[in-house]
């Protein structure tokens, strides 16, 4: 699908005055969200009482795997129901066949058997909210449910089938609570209303096992009849995935807990915890679960094609047994689907991100790879490297497809039938802008490959989504999981001879000061984190200078992450007329006088955790400030999760020319001949200058090539942080090229920028954002006087209120060095402002 061909637009433009440089920026208000949201918002009902939503969505939700997940062992032994392809399915132990017992378009998961073994409660996800449904275990007629407005999860039968205990935020509170509904009649009630988030419940005769977390801890905790107060048995630090089981006799529990190395699966004395009885170690093994006579566990694991399998160990002890699925008996019939993806009809297979779903919107994914969940449009996508096959119900099928943000989106319908042999479909992908025609190279530099999720990924497993985003380079940086320091095997892994290009790098998270970005490394720098508020080594006299430093000295490249907060700053205000408590929480503490004092690279100015106008404002401001800092851009997805953005779908564009190599990149990448967006393309030349490069004042033309697979409200050229031309954008897929006009002043810069719109395939955020690196006036590094005075006087007020939380932070801590720093940064700025 293609725009119809817009007019070349040609505008001539004198320079206007520049005074306050943020005050252009209500121009793009409009073509914003109002609400002052980063990139990533939460599609499923808020839960108070949890940090961050994205984890909440990540750890606590479902996951839809095309294996068995989530085993629960029939009362009787002979039966073990599980989720797989988002329905819940019950499999014969003798046999090993499984029968659908759910279908329909929600998508179902987490089940649990009634103690007589007539009724299967589980939970059923719309892609909006959740709910507890229960439904008669022979035939899958539903009976009841429980649907209030907030989040519904983890169903469990008490001992005598009466009642269902499931985690529920419908509490005015809007907490994750225990909950407890009578089957027959369907009147619920609160059983706990602890601060924090409590799941997976687990009833026993005379007692409630079930996971708790808050306060910045995970614990397995148990009340009992004689005792009220839950009792901790175990607890640790973003135990993210695990789950307890309360054993039949009501004397055990079996969680699975992480380590440094991995995971464990473990047995606790619910009477006297003491030291926990290791039965397996290493992997990731998922929701434990007993068989009713007390002697087996069950569980699901991930094996290398992310694909899930069924396992059980003795409760005593011993090898792990594989309990394969032998058949699987859909309860209506089914054929193989073909999906080729092309760039023209005939044409070659290439590389794609799918999504599928059948006539009633239920989505059909693979054997393998694993799927994920697209949180912005609600979508399980899923990669293939041209020729992919499923499995799928036999009418009507859907499959959407599109490679990379310069696609947009294909799809097509075909009616599956019962026919031997596959059926095929042909997705045909048109491209909007040639990125290696032009000589550019995409990259992406904020995401992390293990973060806690229920997969456990190697490198190796990048190179299709690479391949189906059209992304050249990727460099996934390690990062903690509080106490724990993931991947660090993987520290010297890398692959060169791409594209794809992938190394890693580090994200170091002086958590209160500002998490940093290191790349082009070959040492880890060490400690990881530090300062207040994220107590793993300390609140020190540490700068983030030292980090920064560490990675100068090796030649590295290094910026900020996500820099800019939501919490509070209109866009509208300027930073040196807002008030303490605008200022407040929205800038990491050290970042200005990291930058005024030039140990900083670049800022990542793209990303889903931040947002792209609040960011480019700061940004603006050191430059303006004389200060040649690059923009850079990375997702900040937790690549193993299911409920994930795709890497590259915030990415960089740097000019490479004709060579395609690490060094090309990165010498260009440094240089700024960049630019960074989540989904429009731009192509910006100024007196025949491009970005990085240096134009020289007075009269010049100015070409700017924009393309966008979706649409994009307002183009813009700024001189100095002020809009010098702005004009409409594209109502649709295509490009369009604008040309005029400008008088330059003597120093500063010149950049163009895109941005608002509504946001969809192949995109994954709020509203498109594009900006490129500044084209410099006379020399980099350049400014004009007007522009320099209120730049400082800008930085000066929010370096004032960083200092104000520094001090607050440390809460009188003895810290020289960092003061210094502050005090350093200052006097600059005042003699930038006094110039």
């Not at 307890?244 to 969680?255: Q, R």
């Not at 002020?722 to 005029?740: H, K, Q, T, Y």
């Amino acid at each position: 699908m293609r725009a119809r061909p817009v007019p070349t637009s040609r505008i001539s433009r004198r320079r206007a005055p520049v005074c306050v440089v943020l005050g252009a920026i209500v121009l793009v208000l409009a073509s914003a969200p109002a609400d002052g949201a980063g990139q990533w918002t939460n599609r499923y009902p808020k839960v108070a009482g949890y940090g961050h939503h994205v984890y909440l969505e990540g750890y606590e939700l479902p996951t839809l795997t095309a294996g068995p997940i989530d085993p629960a062992p029939s009362p009787d032994g002979e039966r073990v129901a599980f989720a797989s392809h988002g329905w819940i399915w019950v499999m014969d132990l003798s046999s090993g066949v499984a029968r659908r017992l759910t279908r329909g378009g929600g998508i179902d998961a987490r089940p649990a058997w009634s103690p007589d073994g007539q009724l299967v409660a589980f939970v059923r996800d719309d892609t909006e909210d959740t709910e507890i449904v229960w439904v008669a275990a022979g035939s899958g007629a539903e009976l009841g449910r429980v649907d209030s407005p907030g989040l519904e999860l983890d169903p469990a039968f008490s001992a005598d089938g009466t009642k269902i205990f499931y985690s529920s935020a419908e509490s005015e509170a809007g907490a994750l609570d225990l909950w407890a509904v009578d089957v027959d009649t369907g009147v619920r009630r609160p059983v706990t209303d602890a601060p924090g988030i409590e799941l997976k419940p687990q009833p026993g005769e005379r007692a409630l096992v079930y996971l708790w977390k808050g306060g910045g801890r995970d614990r397995v905790v148990v009340r009992s009849d004689d005792s009220p107060e839950p009792r901790t048995l175990i607890e640790g630090s973003i135990a993210s995935m695990a789950r307890p089981a309360l054993s039949p006799d009501g004397s055990t529990v079996a969680v699975n807990w992480p380590t440094q190395e991995g995971w464990d699966l473990r047995l606790l004395n619910v009477a006297d915890p003491g030291p926990s009885i290791l039965l397996a170690s290493g992997g990731l093994p998922l929701t434990p679960a007993w068989d009713p006579g007390g002697e087996w566990i069950y569980f699901a694991e991930a094996d290398d094609r992310e694909r899930f399998n069924l396992k059980r160990v003795r409760a005593a002890g011993g090898p792990i047994e594989a309990v394969d699925v032998t058949a699987w008996e859909w309860g209506a019939a089914t054929a193989s689907l073909r999906i080729r993806t092309v760039t023209e009809e005939g044409g070659a297979p290439v590389a794609a991100r799918l999504a599928v779903v059948d006539g009633a919107g239920h989505p059909l994914v693979p054997d393998g790879p694993a799927s994920r969940f697209d949180g912005q449009s609600g979508r399980v996508f899923f990669y293939s490297p041209g020729v992919i096959e499923l499995t799928v119900p036999v009418g009507e099928v859907t499959v959407s497809a599109v490679q990379g943000l310069a696609t947009p989106e294909s799809s097509a319908t075909v009616q599956v039938g019962a026919a031997s042999g596959a059926a095929e479909v042909e997705v045909v992908l048109s491209s909007v802008w040639d990125a290696r025609a032009g000589g550019w190279s995409s990259g992406e530099h904020h995401f992390h490959l293990n973060y806690g999720g229920p997969y456990d990924l190697s490198p190796d497993d990048l190179m299709p989504m690479m391949r189906g985003e059209a992304l050249d380079f990727a460099t996934p940086l390690l990062a903690n999981l509080h106490n724990r320091f993931e991947d660090q095997d993987l520290w010297t892994w890398r692959h060169s001879g791409g594209p794809p290009f992938i190394r890693f790098g580090q994200e170091v998270r002086s958590h209160f000061l500002g998490h940093l970005g290191l790349i082009e490394i070959d040492d880890l720098f060490w400690p990881w984190v530090w300062g207040p508020g994220y107590q793993v080594y300390g609140s020190d006299d540490r700068a983030n200078a030292e980090p920064l430093r560490h990675a100068r000295a090796q030649g590295g490249f290094q910026y900020y992450v996500h820099p800019v907060s939501t919490r509070g700053m209109p866009r509208a205000t300027p930073w040196a007329e807002a008030s303490i408590a605008d200022l407040y929480g929205v800038v990491p503490v050290e970042l200005i006088p990291d930058a005024v004092l030039g140990d900083l690279d670049a800022l990542e100015i793209v990303c889903l955790w931040s947002d792209e106008v609040l960011t480019s404002q700061i940004w603006h401001l050191l430059l303006n400030a004389g200060i040649p800092i690059v923009p850079s851009a990375g997702t900040d997805v937790m690549n193993n999760f299911y409920r994930t953005m795709a890497i590259g779908t915030s990415r960089v564009y740097a000019q490479t020319g004709t060579v395609e190599n690490w060094s090309t990149y990165v010498d260009a990448l440094r240089s700024g001949r960049t630019f960074v967006t989540n989904g429009p393309f731009l192509e910006f030349s100024v007196g025949g200058a491009g970005p990085g490069h240096i134009v020289s004042a007075g009269d010049v033309s100015w070409s700017l090539d924009v393309a966008t697979a979706t649409e994009v409200d307002r183009v813009e050229v700024l001189v100095n942080g002020e809009v010098a031309w702005s004009g409409g954008g594209l109502d649709g897929p295509g490009s369009r090229r604008f040309e005029g006009d400008l008088t330059l002043p003597d120093g500063g810069w010149i950049a163009a920028r895109a941005v608002g719109g509504p946001a969809r395939w192949p995109m994954m955020a709020n509203y498109p954002f594009a900006h490129t690196a500044p084209v410099w006036i006379g020399s980099v590094g350049s400014s004009d006087p007007a522009a320099r005075r209120a730049a400082a006087a800008e930085l000066l007020a929010i370096l004032g209120v960083a200092r104000l939380r520094l001090t607050a932070g440390y809460g009188g801590t003895d810290i020289p060095n960092l003061l210094d720093r502050f005090d350093d940064a200052r006097e600059r700025l005042e003699a930038l402002a006094a110039r």
